[in-house]
């Protein structure tokens, strides 16, 4: 018997268990009323007087032994399995959203690549300007209303430094610095006194382009125009000129596009025209090529600019300005797919 007891200390030693089955076969096997340890506890009736303590010491400990061991063997199942209980691998993941970009950050991008295929590069200036920069050298005379302070803020009062009104200034800057041939486009944020509404904004964005070389005509600038009109609103699109007046241009027009909502039959948005107006444009004044060092007799050249937002409306109909600005994640959400 003493060797039975000890064959099963060995054995017990040994044991090992891959589930709750496992270990609950082992605790039937042994530690049951029908099992092992139990079937020796009868057998142990039988065992001479004289042997009696020496086996039932053993027999004590044999059961201890594989109490303890079915006991360790538990807990060592449990710690294993925590863990890949509580995580259910089939459950579908967090649903979690990328950041996007902002719907005039689209834009303004889809803008620049249009003139980068046409060899225009990116050149950028300072929102906080001079007098020289934003006015003077673009010809605007010392009177004229665009230096007041309902339309400009002025950083400092009474001093020549102010938020830049367009992004016509940078002409002047890369001019200044720059002979021609130059061919830029200068993306940025602009600023002007406005009381803040659903269609105007203190501050807005715009992007100028600039081409200035020798025999630049008006053809070349109307060419450019329309290759950009079709590249952004579709090839279907149509543009027409009409005159107007700017300061630092000579001709210069504002082009219409056929309304990209009707296709230029006439809707609420075009206000029943069929067009809708998106950018001013002309011929660079002479006067201008003169303020920056750029002999007027040699070289020519035209300018353009527009409103991203304006543009950003036309391509995805939002009716209020103060979204772009307000950064509320319901609006932003809705440009996730866009590219
Ligand atoms: N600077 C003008 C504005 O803010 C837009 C503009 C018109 C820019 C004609 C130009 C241009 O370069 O030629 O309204």
Redesign the pocket.
């Known amino acids: 018997m003493i060797q039975k007891i000890d064959a099963l200390l060995a054995e017990i030693e040994q044991l090992k268990a891959n589930s709750s089955e496992d270990l609950d076969a082992l605790r039937i096997k042994y530690l049951s009323k029908k099992g092992e340890i139990s079937s020796l506890m009868n057998d142990f009736r039988e065992v001479a007087a004289e042997q009696k303590r020496e086996i039932g010491q053993k027999l004590n400990i044999l059961k201890t032994q594989a109490q303890e061991k079915i006991n360790t063997l538990k807990e060592l199942l449990e710690n294993r399995n925590t863990p890949d209980e509580a995580m259910d691998l089939t459950r579908t993941s967090y649903p979690y959203h990328l950041g996007t970009r902002h719907p005039l950050s689209i834009v303004r991008k889809e803008i620049c690549d249009i003139f980068a295929r046409l060899g225009f590069s990116i050149a950028e200036g300072p929102e906080i300007e001079d007098d020289w920069h934003v006015f003077s050298s673009l010809n605007f005379a010392p009177d004229h209303p665009a230096r007041d302070m309902q339309d400009t803020f002025f950083v400092m009062h009474g001093a020549d430094i102010l938020l830049r009104?367009?992004?016509?200034s940078v002409?002047t800057r890369v001019m200044e610095k720059t002979q021609p041939p130059i061919r830029i486009i200068c993306p940025g944020r602009?600023y002007r006194n406005e009381a803040i509404s659903y269609r105007a904004h203190c501050f807005f964005h715009?992007v100028?382009?600039?081409y200035i070389n020798q025999n630049v005509s008006f053809a070349d600038l109307k060419q450019v125009l329309l290759f950009f009109a079709k590249e952004m609103f579709g090839p279907e699109t149509n543009i027409r000129l009409r005159p107007s007046f700017?300061p630092?241009?000579e001709p210069?027009a504002e082009m219409d596009i056929s309304c990209n909502l009707c296709g230029g039959k006439g809707c609420p948005f075009c206000k029943h025209t069929g067009w809708v107006e998106i950018?001013?444009?002309?011929m660079?004044d002479p006067n201008v090529l003169e303020n920056c060092g750029i002999d007027s007799n040699v070289y020519s050249g035209?300018?353009?600019?527009?409103g991203i937002e304006r543009i950003t409306n036309l391509k995805y109909q939002v009716k209020d300005l103060r979204l772009f600005s307000e950064n509320d994640v319901r609006f932003l959400r809705q440009f996730e797919y866009a590219t």
């Open positions: 009104t367009h992004t016509s002409q602009v715009q100028e382009a600039l700017f630092f241009t210069s950018l001013g444009c002309g660079v035209y300018a353009l600019g527009m």
